[in-house]
């Protein structure tokens, strides 16, 4: 028996004699004896979520490990059929694109081990708050977009914030183009116009689904769950799409999903315009790119567009939009205007991939 194990049921154990020897105390009148440390037991499998929970700059060190711990936690909670407690009490701040890879976690948690239950603790009330741009409300926006309803619980909110009201998600299994149909009716509700985005979000999704979980990886990581997350935020006056998904990342799989004539193309082409003959292939964020200039996909399905160059071709077009690629340790960013791009690298791997849109609701009114 593995002894991480077999220390949760000694100390299960351990907590159910404690609650009984306290209930005993009390029926005779006594004062609480075991109180502090069935307390102490009880939050063996407590999860604390760090006060900022954010993507948007770069891959934090606190949220790697709060992604760590509470998958590490789950399974010996699951094991051991203890509560997982999920601590939010001291989250401040989060940003969509953390939002995004958050429900993926929880999702892929609740579906791993269907039989664990949560203990949540709601962040701190905020205050009110009159500047322009205010930090979201995050017990607000877990609850506007069902995370707590996710975990087990209706908990309700009464923000009236407007940049809690436009958060939505919805997530898939399949690549089929009716699933982002609920998505597809938000979004033009708000105004925008969904012909020119379609085919860019659609081949992200089925890549997500044909591509991130390949067996044909090789890897040690074990994927309970074979799914993508889609989140719809409004960001200051912006529109910003996220797709999500926990798999192999694009740097694992650019390489075996594709042909080897055609990346070679690639490479050679980026390499002339960068001049880094022996670092380019081998960061995350290079392959990311690589990834975008794919002309053409691997299956003639016709709701899957033309590819990766599709994601580049609506930002081109679009007037102040941005394209954000999150995939392992690297960072692509693509602006339209002038075919301008950046490259970034972290120490830190999110182990999957978030492509994300930014729209400007304006320019893309119909």
């Known amino acids: 028996m593995d002894i ?30 075991y109180k502090k440390l ?25 949220l790697i490990v709060f992604k760590k711990e509470l998958e590490e936690k789950a399974k010996l909670a699951a094991q051991s059929k203890s509560r997982l407690k999920l601590s939010f009490r001291d989250t401040e701040v989060i940003d969509a694109a953390a939002c995004s890879l958050l429900i993926a976690i929880l999702d892929t948690i609740k579906s791993q081990y269907s039989s664990l239950k949560f203990h949540i603790v709601r962040p701190k009330p905020k205050p009110a708050d009159y500047r322009k741009h205010i930090p979201y409300d995050v017990d607000a926006v877990f609850c506007h977009i069902g995370l707590y309803k996710l975990l087990g619980y209706n908990y309700t909110s009464h923000s009236s914030q407007e940049n809690v009201k436009c958060w939505h998600y919805v997530f898939s299994d399949n690549t089929d183009g009716k699933i982002t149909e609920p998505l597809l009716r938000e979004l033009s509700q708000m105004g925008v116009n969904t012909k020119g985005i379609y085919s860019s979000y659609i081949e992200a999704v089925a890549n997500a689904v044909e591509h991130a979980y390949s067996e044909k990886v090789p890897t040690s990581r074990r994927f309970p769950l074979k799914r993508w997350w889609m989140l719809l935020a409004i960001i200051e006056g912006k ?15 650019l390489e075996i999903t594709q042909e080897p004539d055609l990346l070679s193309k690639i490479w050679n082409l980026l390499r002339k315009k960068i001049g880094q003959k022996e ?26 567009g033309k590819g990766g160059a599709d994601i580049r071709a609506f930002i081109d077009k679009t007037k102040g939009s941005k394209l954000i690629i999150r995939s392992n340790r690297g960072k692509y960013i693509y602006l339209g205007k002038d ?15 978030i492509i994300q849109w930014i729209i400007p609701i304006t320019e893309s009114e119909s």
């Open 38 to 62: 069935a307390h102490k037991l009880f939050n063996l499998f407590e999860v604390i979520a760090p006060s900022r929970i954010i993507l948007a700059k770069e891959v934090s060190y606190d």
């Open 239 to 253: 529109l910003s799409l996220f797709v999500c998904d926990l798999g192999h990342g694009i740097p694992n799989t």
């Open 4 to 33: 991480r194990l077999w220390r949760s049921i000694v100390k299960k154990r351990t907590l159910r004699s404690l609650v009984s020897k306290e209930k005993k105390i009390r029926q005779r009148g006594g004062k609480p004896k």
């Open 339 to 353: 075919k301008r791009d950046f490259l970034r690298e972290s120490k830190y791997s999110i182990d999957g991939t």
């Open 279 to 304: 670092t380019l292939a081998t960061t995350d964020s290079a392959y990311i790119k690589a990834s975008t200039l794919i002309k053409e996909t691997r299956t003639a399905l016709e709701y899957r």
